[in-house]
Each structure stands twice: as C-alpha cells, then as structure tokens.
C-alpha cells in the first residue's frame, strides 16, 4: 500500500497580469480585486489557514506591493508569509515557481492559483510518496470544453477518455523542477510530460469552482456572494 504525503507548505501564485480583467487590473492586480467585501487572495488565505497552514509563499509581479501591504506577514491570519517578487515581468507558472523553490522546501509543497475560487478542502490533501505531483480536476466550464487531462484510477493522463480541467491546485515536489532553470516558463508541459511516465496523481472536485478571469465572471462571482447565492452560481 502507498504511502502519502501530507504538504506543510503552501504557494499562492498571484503574479499574472491580469489582460482579460482590464480596466479593472490597470491599478490594482488580480488578486486584490474585491469580490465580496474582500480582496479575492484573502478568501485563499483564510481557507488555507482553517485547513491548518502555517507557511505561505505568495508570488507577485505587477504591482505586487499592494499585496504586500494587505497580507503583511500574515500574522492576522496565524501564518507567516513570505513573497517571492518576480519584478514588472512574470515569470509564468512554471518559472515562478521555480524560482520561489528556495523557499518551499525539499518537501512536497501545495499550490493554489490565485484566480480560482472553489471550495474545495485543503485540510486532507495529500500525495502519494512515489508522484511527482497530484492534481485537483474539475468538470470542464464552458471556456475549456475539451478539458486538460483525462482521469483513471487515480492517475492523470493524456489517454482518449473523458477529459477534465485542471483547477489550478496542485501539490508538487521539487524534483519535478529537477531540470529546469532559471526564467519564464510554463508549468502545463512538465505535468504532460511526467504524466506518461505515471508520475501525476490526480482527483476529481465536483463542486464549486469558478475560474475568476474575465469581468463577467468576476462580476457573476462578486453578485452571487453578496447575494449569499454561491450554492446556485453556475460552473464558469
């Protein structure tokens, strides 16, 4: 029987520009656009914290200072934050984190994009000692019908099948960085990669999940909490 992992450590990845939010990121970033009566990265931080997470990295780019100076060191939260600043130029998922390894450890390290919003539970996530990486799928929205990934007993893969999409949450251990160097780079090829060589794990979350990405959806997203409607907010 496998053993499992359980991550102690924990990345939020808040550095993307933001283009298909204009106007609305031409002066504060995205994870700083308020839905509710808070900023979008605070439910992240809050979440992570009633899972038990004491260590946060958060990454940032385009005017990443705001971030800064909202979280602090994240002492309201009970968590020590730590920033990796990627200047006026991200460096993409894979790179970013890449550069931000220093920071997380030898261990096996949960990360969450900051542009999602699902209420999927991070108090029991885990990956199994022998996988490079485990992902979080969900239902295909109506912007990604094709999905990323099929789904078998457990294990991603790119095999014929039903395909789901990739939720931005993901636990990775630092080998799967092993031959990468510094710079911008995305993350998706070294999941594909490692896939066919049954090194992905995976899971399915069926409940809610938005891809905060374009203003309507921010604005659907934004409406429906403050409605207290998030049970009937469609996937988007």
């Known amino acids: 029987m496998s053993n499992y992992i359980k991550p102690e450590r924990v990345m939020i990845l ?3 520009r933001g283009e298909r939010l204009r106007p609305y990121t031409d002066s504060i970033p995205k994870p700083m656009l308020k839905v509710g009566d808070k900023p979008l990265i605070q439910y992240h931080v809050e979440a992570l914290a009633r899972a038990g997470f004491k260590q946060l990295v958060i990454n940032h780019a385009y005017l990443g200072e705001q971030i800064e100076m909202y979280l602090h060191d994240g002492h309201n939260w009970g968590m020590e934050i730590a ?14 984190i890449y ?8 261990k096996p390290f949960l990360v969450v994009n900051a542009d999602v919003w699902a ?3 991070y108090s029991d ?16 929205p109506p912007h990604n019908k094709s999905g990323d ?6 294990m991603v893969s790119e095999e014929d099948g039903e395909r789901h999409t990739f939720g931005g949450i993901g636990i990775y ?10 710079g911008r780079f995305p993350l998706a090829p070294l999941l594909y990669s490692q896939s066919r060589k049954g090194l992905v794990s995976g899971e399915l979350h069926d409940g809610l999940w938005v891809d905060v990405g374009t203003p309507r959806r921010l604005q659907a997203l934004d409406a429906a909490v403050k409605g207290g409607l998030m049970n009937k907010i469609k996937r988007a």
Do not use: W
Not at 149 to 154: C, D, G, R, V
Not at 173 to 182: A, Q, R, S
């Open 14 to 16: 808040a550095a993307g």
């Open 83 to 96: 920033y990796s600043s990627e200047g006026i130029a991200p460096l993409e998922t894979g790179g970013g």
């Open 99 to 106: 550069k931000a390894l220093p920071l997380l450890g030898d």
């Open 119 to 121: 209420d999927y539970d």
């Open 125 to 140: 996530v885990k990956i199994r000692e022998d996988m490079l990486a485990h992902l979080v799928l969900v239902p295909n």
């Open 149 to 154: 990934f099929a789904l078998q007993e457990s």
């Open 173 to 182: 251990h630092p080998d799967l960085f092993g031959n990468c160097t510094p």
